[in-house]
Each structure stands twice: as C-alpha cells, then as structure tokens.
C-alpha cells in the first residue's frame, strides 16, 4: 500500500525538526544559469537554504542525486517538498480528494467506445485496477499516461530520491502544501475536458513524443529556459490554468520559504517549472529581497535515446 501511495503521489506532482548540520567549506557556483539548484540568501537569513528543481516521474537513471545536492543536504536540517510523500496518514487522508465529485465515472464523461479505448490501455499498462481508476480525475490518469511514454522501462522520481537521503540522514521532510489540495485543483477543471485531454493522450501514445522528449532533455541540461518553453507550450487543460495550477501556487510557496528558511536552513525541493520566468519561484523570491545563487549540479547525464 506504500508503494500504491507514493505511485499516486507522484502522479498528482505530474508532492516535521533536528538540528542544523555545518556548512561545508563551499558549494561552488554554477558558471551560468542553467542549473536546477540554487542558493537563497540574504534578507534577514542567518544562513542560506536552497532550490531544487524536480522532475516528479522521469526514467529511473537520470533520477540520482549529484555531489553538490548532496553538500546542500549536508548544510540544511530539513527538505520540503510541494507535498509530504512520507506522510502515509496524509496520503490516505487525500485518496477520497481523488475521486471525481458526485459519484462521476469516465463512463459519464466518455462515449462507449471512447470509454473502452481508455480502458483497454490502462488495463494493458497500469499496475492498479481499473475500476479504481474510472472514478479518479482524469488529470490524474493523464499523469500516468506521461509515465508510458518515457523512453526506458522503469520510472522513478527525484522526490523518491530525496526522501530517501533524508530518511537516512534523518532529516525531517515536510510539505508546502498537502496532496488533498493538489488533486481538489482539478476539480476547478471540467472533468468532461479533463476527460477528452485522456483520450486524447492515450491515442497520440507513440505518435507525439516530442514535448515529452524535449523536457527530458531539458531537465537533463538542466535548461530552465528551455524547460519554461516547454511548459508554456501545452495548449490543452494545462495550458488554459496556468495560474490555477503554477503560477498561484507559486505565490503561496514565496509567502512560505522566508519563514520556513528564518527557524532552520532547508532545501525546497519543487517542479522545475516552478522556476523560471517572471512569475515562477526564484523571480518572486528576488522581489521579495533574497539574494538567488546558480550552483553547480553536476549530475550524470545519460545517453538514454530520445
């Protein structure tokens, strides 16, 4: 049941205090701005917390942990990620959140052969029955859809990573937000939209791979511009709430860091399109005084085939 749990949560993410550690001697400074991690200081902060960009399911290879990331851990005493993962009471508090409201099925929302077209594929690839899923919101399934599409046979996310590092290090994880609030956003979304968006990916499986290769690549090169223009460029029920799904969101994490960062260093660990551009995370934190620092990630890049 926790594995069935975490799978749901990173799903949604398509997601707690012990003493300070020193800071190492340095983490050195990215030479430019493509970097998923970075340093926020200044403002009132004794000492720096950090910025981690994430990508919530990608191929298990390219979810590792660099020797710079692990340094930053070495400098804080807690991670936050957008939603407590390791919080099962939670996990199971939110399954209820998933379900479409009023008792709505996908066979509600879908023509009889549309239904059968989703059920036959998610009967064929998804670990979990299906007739759990048909109650859930669509955007939820989409997410799994994504999961099909990656390039290698077994998927992972960084949140698992990170969660697991801090287990070890016995470093509290926490969340900014709860899972329960996650997935009741896409009840501001018609479900009959959500719904065609399934269809819709379900049926272009194999055949448009293109935004999904690109924002591999762009995480790999850790290009938060090239990351940014991906995201920018999905014109279905993402693209039309925005605000809804990023941009608000982003302001709520802004109002939360400073104070987070104030009792004790820490590392936010969030969707690396939560970065860039002028309404995502780090701008916000720069208007807010902070002081935003490249570091250097030097992960492992791959040669898995796009």
Same mark, same amino acid.
């Given at each position: 049941?926790?594995?069935?749990?975490?799978?749901?949560?990173?799903?949604?993410?398509?997601?707690?205090?012990?003493?300070?550690?020193?800071?190492?001697?340095? =983490?050195?400074?990215?030479?430019?701005?493509?970097?998923?991690?970075?340093?926020? %200081?200044?403002?009132?902060?004794?000492? #720096?917390?950090?910025?981690?960009?994430?990508?919530? $399911?990608?191929?298990?290879?390219?979810?590792?942990?660099?020797?710079?990331?692990?340094?930053? +851990?070495?400098?804080?005493? /807690?991670?936050?990620?957008?939603?407590?993962?390791?919080?099962?009471?939670?996990?199971?508090?939110?399954?209820?959140?998933?379900?479409?409201?009023?008792?709505?099925?996908?066979?509600?929302?879908?023509?009889?052969?549309?239904?059968?077209?989703?059920?036959?594929?998610?009967?064929?690839? %998804? #670990?979990?029955?299906?007739?759990?899923?048909?109650?859930?919101?669509?955007?939820?399934? %989409?997410?799994?859809?994504?999961? &099909?599409?990656? #390039?290698?046979?077994?998927?992972?996310?960084?949140?698992?990573?990170?969660?697991?590092?801090?287990?070890?290090?016995? /470093?509290? =994880?926490?969340?900014?937000?709860?899972?329960?609030?996650?997935?009741?956003?896409?009840?501001?979304?018609?479900?009959?939209?959500? !719904?065609?968006?399934?269809?819709?990916?379900?049926?272009?499986?194999? &055949?448009?791979?293109?935004?999904?290769?690109?924002?591999?690549?762009?995480?790999? &090169?850790?290009?938060?511009?090239? $990351?940014?223009?991906?995201?920018?460029?999905?014109?279905?029920?993402?693209?039309?709430?925005?605000?809804?799904?990023?941009?608000?969101?982003?302001?709520?994490?802004?109002?939360?860091?400073?104070?987070? !960062?104030?009792?004790?260093?820490?590392?936010?660990?969030?969707?690396?399109?939560?970065?860039?551009?002028?309404?995502?995370?780090?701008?916000? +934190?720069?208007?807010?005084?902070?002081?935003?620092? #490249?570091?250097?990630?030097?992960?492992?890049?791959?040669?898995?085939?796009?």
């Amino acid at each position: 049941m926790r594995l069935y749990l975490k799978y749901l949560a990173m799903a949604a993410l398509a997601a707690v205090s012990m003493g300070c550690k020193s800071q190492p001697a340095s =983490i050195a400074s990215a030479d430019n701005s493509n970097t998923l991690l970075w340093e926020v %200081s200044g403002n009132g902060l004794a000492r #720096p917390s950090f910025i981690l960009g994430t990508m919530h $399911i990608l191929c298990a290879q390219d979810a590792n942990l660099s020797p710079q990331l692990r340094q930053v +851990l070495d400098a804080t005493g /807690q991670v936050y990620l957008e939603i407590d993962m390791d919080d099962l009471g939670q996990m199971f508090g939110s399954l209820k959140a998933m379900a479409m409201r009023n008792g709505t099925k996908l066979s509600d929302l879908l023509s009889p052969e549309e239904y059968q077209r989703v059920e036959k594929f998610f009967g064929q690839k %998804s #670990p979990l029955p299906f007739s759990m899923m048909e109650r859930y919101k669509p955007m939820l399934l %989409s997410a799994m859809v994504v999961e &099909q599409q990656l #390039p290698c046979e077994k998927a992972n996310g960084m949140e698992i990573m990170l969660m697991a590092e801090a287990t070890t290090r016995k /470093q509290e =994880i926490k969340g900014l937000e709860t899972m329960e609030f996650q997935v009741g956003l896409f009840d501001s979304i018609p479900y009959a939209v959500q !719904a065609k968006e399934l269809l819709k990916a379900i049926d272009s499986m194999g &055949q448009d791979k293109g935004s999904i290769d690109s924002l591999l690549l762009a995480y790999r &090169q850790q290009d938060l511009a090239m $990351i940014e223009k991906v995201s920018m460029m999905d014109d279905g029920a993402v693209g039309g709430n925005l605000d809804l799904l990023l941009y608000s969101r982003n302001r709520n994490w802004a109002a939360q860091v400073g104070p987070i !960062a104030q009792k004790m260093p820490t590392l936010f660990a969030v969707g690396a399109a939560h970065l860039p551009g002028s309404q995502g995370l780090l701008e916000l +934190l720069r208007k807010q005084g902070y002081t935003l620092r #490249p570091l250097k990630n030097e992960t492992t890049v791959k040669t898995t085939s796009l």
